[in-house]
């Protein structure tokens, strides 16, 4: 997804002769899906709390975590859950049952 942001300053008048007060940058942004950034100090079981999951799932989701109880870092990724494509024929009824889940929770997301 592509953000553009633009500020302005008409009053400043300190910038140089010929340069505009207003500048603009854009950007894109990729935000991974079922990736969390770990907050400072937090645990699995904090994490899997707000996924409203266990951390037994956490765990089994991050084969690079050797051990569950291993000190976790600032702005370490996690994977929080399993991204699914939709295919021909699906229900949100047989979606939400086959992850044991319900349709408020997932569009909850």
Not at 13 to 21: D, K, L, R, T
Not at 62 to 79: C, I, M
Not at 82 to 97: E, Q
Request: aromatic share 6%; net charge neutral; with cysteine.
């Amino acid at each position: 997804q592509r953000v553009c942001f633009h500020a302005a300053d008409p009053l400043s008048g300190c910038e140089p002769p010929g340069q505009p007060a207003a500048a603009s940058v854009c950007v894109v942004l990729a935000v991974a899906r079922c990736v969390y950034a770990l907050q400072a100090e937090q645990s699995l079981q904090e994490v899997a709390a707000l996924f409203r999951t266990d951390w037994l799932n956490l765990y089994a989701l991050n084969p690079a975590l050797t051990t569950p109880d291993r000190l976790l870092t600032l702005g370490q990724l996690l994977n929080v859950g399993h991204l699914y494509t939709v295919a021909a024929g699906d229900t949100a009824a047989n979606i939400v049952k086959r992850f044991g889940t319900t349709v408020g929770m997932v569009l909850a997301l």
